[in-house]
Structures are given as C-alpha cells and as structure tokens.
C-alpha cells in the first residue's frame, strides 16, 4: 500500500532546542496535514496546508507545503518536554475524489529530555 | 464537546470470537473511517464512509465489516478474530471543509 517516506524515525533532542522532521512522496497531494500522537491518544491535528508553497505557523510549530506538492516539513521551535510524542504526516490525493482520505507517514518519535 | 467517541477503549477476544467497536460522532461530519495502527507502524485505513448508507474498502479490508445507517455512528465489525487483528483500532470523520478528527482509540487483543 502506499505510505509516505517521514523522516527521521525518532529524535532524542534536549529542552529549548529546535527540531525538524520531513515527509515526501512520490504522488502529488493537494492537502499536507500534520498531527500529534500522545501515548494511548489519537492523533491530533496541528497544522493543514491547503497549497503549495504554503507557510503555516501553529505557535512554535511551522509547517510548509512544497512546492512540488511532494513534500512537506515540520518545525518545532525552543522544545518543552510535552512535545514529546509521534507526529505523523498525511497527505490528501487529489484524485481521492470527495472522500478526503488520507496517507499517512511512519511517524516521527520526539523525547524531549529536560 | 465530545467529538469522534469510540467504545470500548480495551478489549480482549479469543480467535474466533466476534464483536462491534463503536463510533459516534457529534459534529454532522459526512466522512467516516476506521484505521487500524500496529506497533511502530502508521495508520492503515481499513473502510471508509462519505455517507449515511455509503461505505467502501480501504487498504487493509479483510476480515472486517462496516455499516453506516445514520451519520452519527460507523461501527467496525469483526467476525471470526484472528490474532493479525490485534491491534489498535481509530475511528475518525471529517467534512468538505474540515479535516479528520480523531477517537482515542480501541486497543484490542486476540488469544
């Protein structure tokens, strides 16, 4: 099936640092979406962009739809320990029709250590 | 404001039993899915819906079924468990103009 490429897998990073993960893919999304996964929690929605070369920021989060619609990436700036989690990528394909359904990356595991 | 509510949040089946996780949902979305998460891994999506008596197979779609007689509720169906099922199972809906909400979730283990 297909998934998207996220990288990295996992990041150990001090407090107050910044942080910045990927996803690509070979097929053009028309939407990037990106969520949070607490432990034992459902995703949760942080930043939706809409079109490429969009900037979206979300607080200390940023988030940036590529150009080539194949990509995207996410910033977390001066890190707190509640961001620990996994951030997952989704992408929208345009022919999904009006379904809305979404691929999803691997996951980004974050620890952030105090 | 409760969102996308999945019961139950745990549960443990013997292979071959049977059972329904429900979904419900509050927010008048017409888009409803199920995904299944395993360790490690992504979300897969199993079936979806654009509407009340509208359903269609995802990515992983064996061994599961689905209905969806109101817009409110979307439950899962497991006939015959199998130990490749266990696993943890979110429910999510959206609209046109708003993108997918997610439950908290059914962890469920087959023996």
């Known amino acids: 099936g297909q998934q998207l490429n996220q990288s990295p897998q996992s990041m150990f990073i001090q407090e107050g640092e910044d942080v910045s993960m990927n996803c690509t893919s070979s097929?053009?999304?028309?939407?990037w979406l990106w969520y949070k996964q607490d432990p034992g929690e459902g995703p949760v929605l942080l930043i939706a962009?809409?079109?490429?070369?969009e900037l979206t920021s979300n607080g200390r989060l940023t988030a940036q739809f590529g150009i080539t619609r194949k990509d995207s990436f996410l910033n977390i700036s001066a890190s707190i320990p509640s961001d620990v989690g996994i951030y997952f990528c989704?992408?929208?394909?345009?022919?999904?029709?009006?379904?809305?359904?979404?691929?999803f990356g691997t996951g980004t595991l974050l620890a952030v250590q105090p | 404001n409760a969102g996308v509510t999945q019961t139950p949040k745990f549960r443990i089946l013997k292979i071959g039993q049977s059972m329904t996780l429900q979904c419900t949902q509050d927010?008048?979305?017409?888009?409803m899915y199920w995904y299944r998460q395993d360790p490690g891994m992504g979300l897969k999506l199993i079936y979806y819906?654009?509407?009340?008596?509208?359903?269609d197979k995802g990515e992983v779609p064996n061994g599961y079924n689905v209905s969806r007689s109101t817009t409110e509720d979307f439950p899962l169906r497991l006939e015959l468990a199998a130990p490749s099922q266990t696993s943890v199972y979110f429910c999510?809906?959206?609209?046109?103009?708003?993108?997918?909400?997610f439950g908290d979730g059914t962890r469920l283990s087959i023996l």
């Open positions: 999510a809906s959206s609209s046109s103009v708003q993108p997918q909400h």
């Open positions: 819906s654009v509407g009340a008596g509208i359903t």
């Open positions: 989704a992408g929208q394909l345009p022919w999904g029709g009006a379904t809305n359904k979404l691929i």
């Open positions: 097929s053009i999304f028309n939407t």
């Open positions: 962009l809409y079109k490429a070369g």
């Open positions: 927010m008048n979305h017409n888009y």
